[in-house]
């Protein structure tokens, strides 16, 4: 059975960091992009940064760009999310999906990240 | 970046009626491949989205046939034949030709 597992969402104060993980079973993610996407609450979808199957190409939403950091262990089958200098606007759940309609869309259940003091 | 234009923001439906829901690009979805990068998710409430249709006109495994997409270009449709109970949800339009992939603002589907 194909899942991804989001974790490492919480609360965290304006200007503090949090690293989100996506542990992934069921396929390989060393042959798929991957993306993260947020989800603010009670709004749409909005897409938020992937990265290439091998890591070497990264592609951040301008809101996010220079703050948050997206990577991936293919060994451990895992993708990260880095968030730096967290404000208000960061609040979302925060979904991991690989996103290729070929292959097949695969989301996470989120994680909610809350950025309050 | 794309823009992608759902319409109409909130539809209520009768069961066993058809519904239908409108989304425009800003700029041709059409590949050179002959596909239209266009993908028609739903999230029913307290889920994550499940895609329903890919590539503009395909229906995803184990989605049911009552799903259909057309359209080409910029205006894409996705029709439900006969609306059950359990289609409530928000249906999002996402282009995914070039990045940053791009959302539709979604489509409230809720029961009469």
């Known amino acids: 059975e194909v899942q991804l597992v989001e974790s490492g969402g919480g609360l965290v104060q304006p200007g503090g960091s949090l690293r989100l993980s996506c542990a992934v079973s069921?396929?390989?993610?060393?042959?798929?992009?991957m993306h993260w996407v947020r989800q603010a609450p009670g709004k749409g979808l909005v897409w938020v940064s992937r990265?290439?199957?091998?890591?070497?190409?990264?592609t951040y939403a301008d809101s996010v760009r220079g703050r948050f950091t997206i990577s991936r262990d293919n060994a451990k089958n895992t993708v990260y999310l880095q968030m730096n200098n967290l404000g208000a606007e960061d609040t979302a759940t925060y979904y991991c999906?690989?996103?290729?309609?070929?292959?097949?869309?695969?989301w996470g259940q989120g994680t909610l990240v809350t950025v309050s003091s | 970046d794309i823009v992608m234009t759902q319409s109409p923001l909130s539809l209520p439906v009768t069961p066993g009626e058809p519904a239908s829901i409108s989304c425009r690009s800003s700029?041709?979805?059409?590949?050179?491949?002959?596909?239209?990068?266009l993908d028609w998710y739903l999230q029913r409430p307290g889920h994550s989205p499940q895609i329903l249709i890919y590539?503009?006109?395909n229906r995803a495994s184990g989605v049911p046939d009552r799903f259909s997409g057309s359209g080409s270009g910029t205006d894409f449709t996705l029709k439900i034949s006969r609306v059950e109970a359990e289609d409530v949800g928000v249906y999002y339009c996402?282009?995914?030709?070039?990045?940053?992939?791009?959302f539709g603002g979604g489509t409230k589907v809720e029961i009469k």
């Open positions: 999906a690989r996103l290729n309609a070929v292959a097949g869309p695969v």
């Open positions: 069921g396929f390989t993610i060393s042959g798929h992009w």
């Open positions: 990265i290439s199957s091998d890591g070497s190409t990264t």
């Open positions: 700029q041709s979805l059409l590949h050179s491949n002959g596909n239209n990068y």
């Open positions: 590539l503009a006109s």
């Open positions: 996402m282009q995914a030709l070039e990045p940053p992939t791009t």
